[in-house]
């Protein structure tokens, strides 16, 4: 673009005011229809935008009237294409006194005529809505009014936080209207409220008169925004296979896809096999504006193949991308050799019992490492265990034999996604010959662990926990008698207490079974009351559920259960009855965590599990109360307890009652 020949005719003047001064300039496009354009001038002041036809030779033109001296200069600025500004025209108007008035441009008629007066009325908009840059214009208009034609004004917008703004002027010929409408405008970028007005001046620059005060208010409000999605914490599982590569294998991508506001995301898988997997999500809930999308990878034949990757990509809204997440696949196989009995040796064995019999056996991973192996044990049977295996490594399993013993047991290993392996049978043989103690003596017990799935314990797939022991009767006792006993626990936890029967020399084999869905580890022991005092050495154990290893607990344990009644504990006479149960719980310190309990009953019912704290500055010993409880037919006698599940284990003494509806 072009722009040449920025004239002003005249370019300088001298004699009787007003007078029209007429501004030129000749503009040259190429490439564009359309230009945009306005007149600046040296008083800062500027013309209305204007928009023309665009060519190879366009003309602008702005005539003005001015009715005092002035000098200055005005210049085209294009607004676009581009933004060039013209060379500057100067002018200057030097008007000779004519004796009329300051705004008459007629000479004097003997006095008797008065000059013409002017008077203007201003309006203007209000707002509200986006001022995004660059920003929003509004809009003032104005009607000036004189009192005869001819005549020039002169005049000027003020505004309530500006001030007053250029001088402009005015001229109206004998042929014109007395009323002109002029216009001025102001683009605000935030909100702001203020009143604007016109000021009619003389030659002097002096007030002759004032317009109303018109209000105007711009509030600006945000934009509205598109809703964008992103998406991260891109992951695969597992993101190194080793094991087995006999059978297909699965790796599961995950990532979370985030939205702004409620929107349709849609997105695909990039695997690098050249596979692209579509998918789609509707977000629709303002409250859940994150996802998580997987998608599966199943390699039907991982001995060819190294390796793999994935990425995700949003198509819809914006293009976010995360990846790609990386796996490996390392074939390796799996051998079981030197299986044998490790203790008692030799065999086979003769001599004091309880014994405790090991076994082991070598298991070796070829091809890589380390690498995650599962194993059990078939005799005594074991739950499922792991363990991570880089060349070679022994496993064992010991228990108590407190008897003649003659058997075999084998170790079965496997590879991730691998078949069961089972090792040569390991045979032992236990024959128990020892001197006869004077008094009952008790083994420290074996802790076994059981599920009915296999498989990790988690709350769904709880373990069974087994610990038994063997109490010894020498043949210097009198027989038959009961001994009573109680299976104890190291952090002041207790069982019911129980009672075996004892007829000949020899041993009694006694055990406790409990359910484990938490991880949890402590040491159980067995304290036999009568005939004799006796206590045997506690076992540890040790149970991770959830992939969580136990926590030392911090706070006091529960070590007594007193008290438990049940009123009424015998009924007859109408139905529904309410019953009230009631127990006192002492603890050793107060507790870290709530104590949870709830009632058992042997036909079958049970509370719900209830909690009871023991805070720092409190009592540690506490009444219990469940009342909330109604017979509602017949029951017999019922006999029942109350049992404390954290923070460690404890009981009441049973307790019984009847209903007997009529």
């Not at 959830?546 to 109408?574: C, F, L, N």
Request: charged fraction near 20%.
């Amino acid at each position: 673009m072009k722009v040449a020949s920025v004239r002003a005719s005249p370019a300088r003047y001298a004699g009787a005011c007003p007078v029209p001064v007429v501004f030129s300039a000749t503009i040259a496009v190429k490439g564009t229809s359309r230009v945009k354009y306005r007149w600046v001038r040296s008083d800062g002041s500027k013309g209305a935008v204007r928009t023309v036809k665009a060519g190879p030779k366009v003309v602008l033109r702005d005539s003005r009237t001015f009715t005092r001296s002035t000098r200055g200069w005005q210049a085209i600025q294009v607004l676009g294409p581009g933004r060039p500004v013209s060379k500057r025209v100067s002018f200057s108007v030097t008007c000779e006194e004519s004796g009329g008035g300051v705004n008459d441009p007629r000479p004097p008629s003997g006095g008797d005529t008065p000059a013409p007066k002017a008077s203007a009325h201003v309006t203007a908009d209000s707002y509200s809505g986006p001022c995004a840059a660059p920003g929003k214009a509004l809009n003032f208009t104005g009607t000036i009014q004189v009192s005869r034609v001819p005549a020039a004004v002169s005049y000027r917008w003020v505004d309530s936080d500006g001030g007053p703004l250029g001088r402009e002027d005015l001229w109206f010929s004998a042929k014109d209207s007395p009323r002109r409408v002029v216009n001025a405008s102001r683009t605000f970028l935030a909100s702001h409220s203020g009143t604007r007005w016109i000021e009619i001046l003389g030659p002097g620059g002096k007030v002759l008169s004032t317009s109303n005060r018109a209000p105007y208010s711009v509030t600006c409000t945000p934009a509205p925004t598109r809703p964008t999605a992103s998406v991260t914490n891109l992951k695969v599982d597992p993101a190194a296979f080793q094991g087995t590569c006999t059978a297909p294998a699965a790796f599961t991508f995950t990532a979370d896809i985030a939205v702004s506001k409620p929107a349709t995301v849609t997105y695909e898988w990039l695997r690098s096999d050249g596979t692209k997997v579509p998918g789609r999500w509707e977000f629709t809930d303002p409250g859940r504006l994150t996802r998580m999308v997987s998608h599966t990878w199943q390699v039907p034949d991982p001995s060819k193949v190294a390796g793999g990757s994935a990425s995700i990509r949003i198509t819809s809204p914006g293009r976010s991308k995360a990846g790609p997440a990386k796996f490996t696949i390392t074939c390796l196989s799996l051998a079981v050799s030197e299986e044998k009995v490790a203790s008692p040796t030799p065999q086979p064995y003769t001599g004091p019992c309880p014994v405790t019999v090991k076994t082991s056996a070598k298991v070796t991973v070829s091809g890589g490492g380390p690498a995650p192996v599962e194993y059990y044990w078939r005799y005594p049977g074991t739950g499922i265990q792991r363990t991570d295996i880089s060349g070679s490594a022994t496993l064992t399993r010991d228990w108590y034999e407190g008897s003649d013993t003659t058997a075999t047991t084998n170790l079965f290993v496997r590879l991730r996604n691998g078949p069961w392996i089972e090792s040569r049978q390991i045979g032992w043989s236990v024959t128990c010959k020892a001197s006869e103690p004077e008094t009952l003596t008790v083994s420290k017990p074996a802790v076994s662990t059981w599920s009915q799935g296999g498989g990790e314990c988690t709350a769904k797939n709880p373990y069974q926990l087994t610990a038994a022991s063997l109490i010894t009767a020498p043949k210097g006792m009198s027989f038959p008698f009961d001994a009573t006993y109680r299976w104890r626990w190291a952090d002041g936890g207790y069982w019911h207490e129980e009672t075996v029967k004892i007829t000949k020399p020899g041993e009694q084999r006694v055990a406790h079974q409990w359910s484990v869905s938490r991880s949890q580890a402590g040491k159980i022991f067995v304290d036999v009351l009568t005939p004799s005092r006796v206590k045997s050495e506690p076992a540890e154990y040790s149970v991770t559920c959830d992939g969580k290893p136990p926590v030392p607990g911090t706070g006091g344990t529960v070590v007594s259960v007193t008290d438990a009644k049940i009123t009424p504990s015998s009924h007859r006479g109408a139905c529904p009855v309410d019953l009230k149960a009631t127990a006192t719980i002492t603890v050793s310190a107060p507790t870290s965590e709530p104590v949870e309990y709830a009632w058992v009953f042997d036909n079958g019912t049970s509370s719900p599990t209830f909690e009871v704290g023991f805070p720092a500055g409190g009592p540690l010993t506490r009444t219990v109360v469940w009342d909330q409880w109604r017979a509602v037919k017949s029951s017999g006698l019922v006999t029942g307890y109350l049992r404390i599940r954290t923070p460690n284990t404890a009981v009441s003494d049973p307790v019984a009652y009847t209903v007997t509806c009529v």
